[in-house]
């Protein structure tokens, strides 16, 4: 049935009504509040800005609010002598961490606080010992506990106040001293961060999300209607010796174009333009700029309009009406659609479970999108304003910390706390790690230069393990057939400079790029067993990759390397680059093939090293894949296994982790006629909240089972097994003398936690912008090796991915196994044939 046209769309094109979404629970217009702002009563001075509750709860953690928080995971081995290395050349290294001077015996202190008679209100009982902070100082209250660095009780560890109500009656006020709250705790970290907050606020910056930006600062890409507002990454929290205050720069994409915008467009390009509104929106963030908030998209839903009505306790209004009445803002189209936001578990806890409308024509879009990102020219013009070099990043962390240092806002509630803020960059010590080793054929090496890169060493060295290509297809439209087989004469001309053979392909002509045409060719050409196929694709087009892959790794198991032709057969200037472009492809045909183009100089045999990571479904967004690739010892076999499981967004992964490592094991023994000596374990997709599951329940479900496995062949002592969780979205970094520091540079004191055993590690060269380290943190080790034999067998694995002949910022098994993992739930969207487990087809 045809709907009403919204107002201001062009004439001609009519709305169809969509189904309304499944019930909905009471809709309302989101609250005003700031987004990660904390209450507070307007009586309460800054200092006394109270946060959310901090207690303990059932072994669970620490409560903010009604959120529950996990301790810390304190996975220091308790025999570890030291985690610092010796191994390197030594180097001085400034981070992007300022010091919190403080007092010799400084400590936060918890007390209850109790109220006679009772007070039920906690903005009255935030109010009546706001009266009493002369004698309290700083402190955070959140009801019933209160933090503060004063010990102002006396021996009986209590301390009355009176104060008086409004009615003239004497309130009581008794605070006990409950203890010091221990340096490794998770409540101090929430304090600390509720401090630095409150003082972040002296900036007068705005609150985006959890991170702090200036608008005022804002540089405007009018030419691609956005703006980019630069801002601060804050954390603080106890480190090795000292308080540490960890500032990292960031920049927020704020889009000018409103989510009306994007659906004007839609109507007026789009033949189903709610499909493509809908496409274009669901899953994205948007920023209301009357309440400073953001919300996840999660649906549309055409049959409301702001001219609908919800219900409040004071009966039935519109949202045009509540607008108009609560912010004074007009919504000049009333017939257009509304944006469904569903509550997040936050919100739930917060007692608000119900769907969240929002109106189009008041909601800004954040973010890239995918066609933004593929926009070179976009992405070059944002570049030169994000993308900053070591000198200017810290030109602008000096600047942080003097905006900081002169708002005497900021810096009373520091002093009203007894701290300081250090004026200059905490200056560490760190190591370059020894230059690796390259292996090529014929045992020839080769030494790794300051940038870690051997691309040049390639064109003139064989590789070190190669497979020959007797039996392969060229799967192509017909129209391209000159220019691919030109590109496959570069492609035997730089394997013979390699000493590799390949012959001449078989050509399997399409008469069209058609995705059933080319499900035909692999059917065709799969049924005379080839070692490999080629498939060309005219440009960049991610339906017919899908069909692709899903077709040589699910239906007809086969390597397939796809290539574009803007590639391979490049115009004008480009062309000169071709035999550079066949030479990338041919390492990694040979990669897929077993073989292994270079290698590295390892002096521990038996050793399997596994990577684990995840990667969320684009196509359903509840689901996630996680994808596990093992080497079979790389000293003597240059055998893989890979293996890739679905599981709910979410789901603890213990079984499918071990089940995996299960098959590994079989795969070596395999192989081998034994199991692994030792077995070095990389798990990357471990947020900081999922790090208490995998310490408690994921190694230990694992380590078991291994155990179980070694000792029915006769290993009484078990698995020998290091556990080590790789983090790359970190904030911190780090500079030798206002540059980025050589590949290899370790960092395992000062920045590092207590609780861990951990280290920081640059590994990769980067030639734009700021390098980031990566953290690995050893949560499980039975491997009996020093810590300076895990720091360079870890910086050892980053020069293992035959993809790019250079380090990359993880162990190459991680990025592996990040690769299939994408893989699947990008493209194929199901678990590959076990016909190519030990083969690296996902390259």
């Known amino acids: 049935m045809g709907g009403q046209r919204p107002m201001g769309m062009a004439r001609g094109s009519s709305i169809m009504k969509a189904p309304a ?37 059932d072994n669970r953690g620490a409560v903010r609010g009604k959120r529950v928080i996990p301790d810390l995971v304190h996975s220091r081995p308790q025999d570890l002598v030291t985690k610092c290395g010796k191994i390197g050349a030594k180097v001085p290294v400034q981070a992007n961490y300022f010091r919190i001077l403080k007092k010799p015996h400084w400590s936060i202190h918890q007390y209850r606080v109790d109220f006679r008679p009772d007070v039920d209100l906690i903005r009255l009982r935030r109010a009546y010992l706001g009266q009493h902070k002369a004698i309290l100082g700083g402190f955070i209250f959140d009801g019933t506990v209160l933090f503060s660095t004063n010990h102002f009780t006396d021996q009986s560890e209590q301390k009355e106040l009176l104060t008086k109500n409004r009615e003239g009656e004497t309130i009581q006020i008794i605070l006990k001293h409950v203890g010091i709250v221990d340096v490794t ?16 606020e002296g900036l007068k910056l705005q609150l985006v999300g959890r991170n702090f ?3 005022r600062a804002k540089v405007n890409v009018d030419s691609f209607q956005m703006e980019i507002w630069p801002g601060y990454q804050t954390s603080i929290r106890q480190h090795e010796q000292d308080i540490l205050l960890c500032a990292e720069i960031t920049h927020k994409v704020m889009r000018t174009q409103t989510v009306y915008n994007i659906l004007t467009q839609c109507l007026r390009d789009s033949g189903d333009y709610q499909a493509d509104f809908k496409r274009q929106v669901v899953g994205s963030i948007v920023l209301t700029d009357y309440n400073n908030k953001t919300y996840r998209v999660d649906d549309v839903d055409f049959q409301s309009s702001p001219s609908s009505k919800f219900s409040t306790r004071d009966g039935e209004i519109s949202y045009v009406q509540y607008y108009k009445q609560r912010y004074n803002l007009p919504i000049r189209d009333e017939r257009q659609p509304l944006l469904i936001s569903r509550p997040t578990e936050k919100n739930i806890r917060g007692g608000q479970d119900e769907f969240i409308m929002l109106v189009p024509e008041l909601c800004r879009a954040t973010g890239l999108t995918d066609a933004m990102r593929s ?22 962390l000096r600047a942080f910390n003097t905006r900081l240092q002169n708002s005497s806002e900021s810096m009373d509630v520091l002093a009203l706390w007894n701290m300081q803020l250090d004026r200059h960059l905490v200056e560490i010590p760190g190591r370059i790690l020894p230059s690796e080793k390259i292996v090529f054929g014929n045992q020839a090496t080769v030494v790794c230069d300051a940038n870690a890169d051997w691309s040049r060493d390639m064109r003139n060295k064989t590789m070190f393990s190669h497979v020959d290509i007797k039996r392969w297809y060229v799967i ?11 590109f496959v004469k570069c492609c035997i001309r730089a394997a013979a400079s390699m000493r590799m053979h390949i012959s001449e392909p078989r050509y399997e002509e399409m008469p069209d790029d058609r995705n059933g045409s080319y499900a035909t060719a692999i059917d065709r050409t799969t049924a005379q067993d080839p070692q490999i196929l080629m498939l060309v694709l005219p440009n960049s087009n991610e339906e017919k990759y899908s069909c692709i892959k899903k077709k040589c790794c699910v239906d007809r198991p086969v390597p397939s390397q796809v290539v574009t032709l803007r590639v391979i057969a490049p115009r004008g200037d480009k062309a000169s680059g071709l035999m550079s472009i066949a030479t990338k492809v041919i390492i990694q045909m040979n990669a897929k093939l077993m073989g292994a183009p270079w290698m590295i100089d390892l002096p521990l045999s038996g050793l399997m090293t596994v990577g684990f990571d995840v990667c969320h479904s684009a196509k359903e967004r509840n689901k996630s894949y996680g994808a596990l690739v093992a080497t079979m010892d790389i000293k003597q076999s240059t055998k893989y296994f890979s293996a890739v499981t679905q599981h709910l967004k979410g789901q603890e992964l213990s079984n499918e982790i071990t089940m995996n490592m299960t098959c590994a094991l079989k795969s070596y023994r395999a192989v081998h006629g034994t199991l692994p000596a030792r077995i070095l374990f990389y798990r990357d997709g471990v947020g900081d909240g999922q790090l208490h599951q995998v310490v408690k329940t994921e190694v230990q479900f694992l380590k078991k089972k291994l155990d179980e496995i070694y000792r029915s062949a006769g290993v009484e002592n078990g698995c020998r097994l290091a556990f080590i969780v790789v983090s790359k979205r970190i904030n911190t970094r780090y500079f030798v003398n206002g540059r980025n520091p050589d590949p290899g540079t370790v960092v395992d004191d000062i920045i590092t936690l207590p609780e861990r055993y951990d280290f920081f590690l640059v590994s990769q ?19 009996g090796m020093s810590a300076d034999r895990i720091q360079i067998l870890t910086y050892k694995m980053t020069h293992l991915y035959y993809n790019w002949s250079g380090t990359l910022r993880v162990p190459a ?14 493209s194929i969207h199901r678990c590959p044939s076990n016909v190519l487990e030990n083969q690296l087809y996902f390259l």
């Open 21 to 57: 979404p499944t019930s909905h629970p009471q809709q309302r217009p989101p609250a005003p509040t700031a987004l990660g702002r904390a209450t507070t009563h307007r009586d309460v001075p800054v200092a006394e800005a109270a946060g959310g509750a901090v207690v303990k709860e």
């Open 185 to 200: 705790d998770a409540q101090q970290i929430q304090v600390l961060n509720l401090i630095l907050r409150r003082s972040m």
């Open 213 to 215: 930006f200036d608008p």
């Open 375 to 396: 926009n070179f020219k976009l992405m070059r013009a944002m570049g030169e304003h994000t993308r900053l070099n070591p000198n200017r990043r810290i030109e602008r």
């Open 476 to 486: 192509v439209p017909k129209r391209s057939l000159r220019e691919v087989q030109e």
């Open 765 to 783: 060269s980067v030639r734009q912008g700021t390098v980031s380290p990566t953290s690995y943190n050893v949560i499980h080790d039975t491997m």
């Open 813 to 826: 098994v991680c990025q592996y196994a990040h690769k299939l993992a994408f893989l699947v739930a990008e």
